[in-house]
Every structure is written in structure tokens, then in C-alpha cells.
């Protein structure tokens, strides 16, 4: 669960129930007679409409706020290339997938604008070394663009020489005869070093736009890196595949990207083998290649790597064995293996599945929120715990999660005055982030 304002506590709580502006006695909010559910449909839909989009915007909110504020302060300083750094850091981490887009946005919006600048500017080395110098890691295509009319007009400049009388070469000049080498290496060097700037910028841009899914330019981007060898825009392009239902494709490419041990790689085509899409159905060979990339510390690879030790899917099923592949994509913050190793210790070690339902809890799923006040509720996994039933139906229902709201009126017909006390300040704890 994510840390949320102390002061939206009650106006959640209000919007969820009663439209209260606080959190006051417990008749005017949790109302025994459910006056609130014999209101009319109209009413219902509006409250429930206002208590979704609230809610649901406090999902994830601190750490979108974090972020935004991040890229605030990144354009608030004058410089590209500390947004060149931001994009090529946070490619491929789709938590940052709105953020990326701005910055790209924004560096694109800087590049235009130092190319503006340099075409109101004389055609000189001078002035390309300087350009180089300033945008090279940047903005190397407005740099490329701008090396190209310096050196037509260099070249015009030398056929209107070469039409007039020039008189003999000395070759007696100190130093004549090392600047010819002098300066072709130089070029050389420059060229190489523009050759560097817009490869990186490829890989930098088939990255990014496959994590904003702007799968249309990212297929464009990422295709001939790909070709090339990249093992990582192979990947992008068997997902991008998988999106057109392209699985012959998608396999050919994963084909690719597993052959060097790339972990996403091995793991879409571990896949594609374990479900028999666009190769031939092989569970042994699915569980070696999920195996492989969770070895890497692949979470999600983790994960399916402890189902198939659960399942017994292409290898002998081990109880041991999934539980420390689901515990390693779990300590990754890997979501469903929380709920799976909930499952796996459901009927043996009880106390187990409330643990690790917890920790999903915690982690802000409203889906374990409600699963762990059914078990609190019930007394399914350990002993009926009703005020902790109705914090946890209580936070799942502010998570958006509607069934909760039934547990909720069950549950305070149980409590007394200081117990729903008691319990309405837990709620405020793990609204806050405070668990105890």
C-alpha cells in the first residue's frame, strides 16, 4: 500500500460511504440500518463513479507525484543532455512509460530548436566543431544535418577554386607536410564519433518507443537492430509480433534473442514453447528456457520457473523448488507470486497464506486486501480477527475494489464503539503507509 496524505483520509472514507466531509460517529458513516444501500440507483452510481476515479487516482499517486516532480526539475535546468541520460537510464521500465514520453518530447522540442539555430548560422568547421561539442550525444542527427551543408559548401568552395589560377604547391613550408595526415585523421575521428552518436541514439529510441508503446515507429526503430544482432531489439521485435498474432515471427525473433542468453528473450520463447505458439508445443524445454532467464534474476521468469516446479510442468514437481523460484520473483516485487505462494502453503501452512497475502496487502493490491479480510472474516487461515477483517475490507474498498463494501457492513455490526474506533484508525495507518 502507498503512503497517501493523512488529510484525504476522511474525505475517502466520506466518498466512499456516507459523503461525510470527516470521519465522524459511526452511526452518520457506517450506518447498521444500510440506509446508504436503500438510496436510489442514480445515487449509488454517482457515488460509486466518485469513489473509483478517487480512489484509483491515489493509486500508484506518490510514486507518479515523485516522478513528475523528477521531470519538472530535469526541465527546469537548461542543459539535453541530462535528458538524453534520463531516457537511456529508464528505457524498458514501464513504470516510467508517461514519463519517457515527456522527456522524449521535450529533448525532441530542444533538438528542433538548436537546429533552428544553427541553420541561421554560417556554414564553418568552426561552427560544426562547435555544434559537436555542444548536441554530438544529444542530438546527432541535427548534428549529421548541419555537417552535411558545411561540407557542401566546402566543397562548392572547391570547385570555384579549382576554375581559377592557383599558383604551385610548396612543399618547403615547416609542417606542410603533416597537415594533410593531420586533418584526415581528424575527420576520421569526427566521422567515427558521429557514426558512435547515432547508433546509440538507434538503440536509445527503438528502446524507448517499444517501452511507450509506440509499437508503429518502435517496430521501424527496433527492425534493423535487430537484424543486426541486438539481442534486446529482438526481443522488442518478438513482442511486437506477438501483438499482431505475427507467432511465427515472434517465435524466429525470440529464437534469436534466447540463442544469447537474453533473458526476456528466453522467456517469451519459453513461453511460446509452453503453450505450443508458433513452435511445437515442449514443456521441458519451456521450463529450461524460463529456468535460464529467472537464473538471470528475471523476476517474471522467476515466477513461471515456480509454477512449472509446482505444476510438475516439463520438469518433476518440487514443492521446495517453486517456493524459492516464487519467493525470488516475489523479493523482485513481482505481484502474482505473492498470491501464489498465498496458495501454495493455503492448505498446509495456513499462517503462511495469511503472510504472504499481507504482503500484498501492503504492496497496494486491492484484491488481497479483500482476500485477506475474507480469511480475517471467516477464520479460514488462523483465528476470526474482526476488526482486522474490517480494516482490511475497509482499504480494499477505497482500492476500488466494490465486493468490500458488503464485508464492511457485516463486519461493524460486530464491533463495538471502541473497536470500530480502533479499527477506523488502522484504516487511517495504512492509508498513511503505517502498518504496524
Known amino acids: 500500500m502507498h503512503a497517501f496524505p493523512a488529510t484525504l483520509v476522511a474525505g475517502l472514507l466520506a466518498l466512499s460511504l456516507s459523503g461525510c466531509s470527516s470521519l465522524p460517529d459511526r452511526e452518520q458513516v457506517w450506518s447498521r440500518s444500510s ?43 537548461p542543459y539535453i543532455d541530462p535528458l538524453s541520460r534520463y531516457l537511456e537510464e529508464r528505457s524498458g521500465d514501464d513504470r516510467y512509460a508517461a514519463q519517457l514520453a515527456r522527456v522524449a518530447r521535450e529533448r525532441s522540442r530542444r533538438c528542433e530548436a538548436i537546429s533552428d539555430t544553427y541553420a541561421g548560422r554560417e556554414a564553418t568547421s568552426q561552427n560544426v566543431q562547435r555544434m559537436r561539442r555542444g548536441y554530438l550525444y544529444s542530438c546527432p542527427a541535427e548534428v549529421q544535418q548541419f555537417a552535411a551543408r558545411v561540407e557542401a559548401a566546402r566543397s562548392d568552395g572547391k570547385r570555384k577554386t579549382a576554375s581559377a589560377a592557383s599558383a604551385p604547391e610548396r612543399t618547403d613550408v615547416p609542417g606542410a607536410s603533416g597537415t594533410a595526415p593531420a586533418a584526415a585523421t581528424a575527420a576520421k575521428q569526427a566521422d567515427s564519433e558521429l557514426a558512435d552518436a547515432l547508433s546509440r541514439r538507434q538503440h536509445s529510441d527503438c528502446y524507448l518507443l517499444f517501452t511507450i508503446r509506440n509499437n508503429t515507429q518502435a517496430m521501424q526503430a527496433c527492425e534493423p537492430l535487430a537484424s543486426g544482432g541486438d539481442a534486446k531489439a529482438q526481443h522488442h521485435m518478438a513482442q511486437l509480433a506477438l501483438m499482431r498474432n505475427d507467432l511465427t515471427q515472434a517465435a524466429e525473433w525470440a529464437t534469436r534473442s534466447a540463442q544469447q542468453r537474453y533473458a ?39 515466477y513461471h520457473t515456480g509454477l512449472s516446479f509446482r505444476d510438475g510442468s516439463g520438469v518433476r514437481a518440487d514443492a521446495a523448488r517453486a517456493e524459492q523460484y516464487l519467493e525470488k520473483a516475489a523479493s523482485g516485487g513481482h505481484m502474482p507470486a505473492y498470491f501464489a505462494l498465498a496458495e501454495l502453503h493455503e492448505q498446509s501452512q495456513p ?11 501492503r504492496k497496494g493490491s486491492a484484491r488481497a486486501q479483500f482476500l485477506l479480510g475474507e480469511s480475517y472474516a471467516r477464520g479460514n487461515h488462523g483465528t476470526v480477527d474482526h476488526q482486522a477483517a474490517y480494516v482490511w475490507y475497509s482499504l480494499a474498498l477505497l482500492n ?17 464503539e471502541n ?18
Open 35 to 77: 440506509d446508504f444501500f436503500s438510496q436510489s440507483a442514480e445515487v449509488l452510481k454517482a457515488q460509486r463513479k466518485r469513489l473509483a476515479n478517487f480512489a484509483g487516482s491515489l493509486v500508484g499517486s506518490k510514486d507518479d507525484e515523485e516522478r513528475d516532480r523528477e521531470v519538472e526539475e530535469l526541465f527546469a535546468q
Open 400 to 416: 476500488g475494489h466494490q465486493p468490500a463494501r458488503a464485508g464492511i457492513e457485516q463486519q461493524e455490526a460486530l464491533l463495538t
Open 264 to 302: 526476456p528473450g528466453q522467456l517469451v520463447l519459453g513461453q511460446l514453447y509452453q503453450e505450443g505458439r508458433g513452435v511445437t508445443r515442449d514443456p521441458i524445454r519451456a521450463h529450461g528456457l524460463m529456468k535460464g532467464a529467472a537464473d538471470q534474476g528475471l523476476s517474471e521468469a522467476a
Open 419 to 436: 473497536q470500530l474506533t480502533a479499527a477506523r484508525s488502522r484504516v487511517e495507518d495504512g492509508i498513511n503507509g503505517r502498518w504496524d
Open 351 to 361: 499462517e503462511r497464506y495469511r503472510h504472504w497475502m499481507d504482503q500484498a496487502a
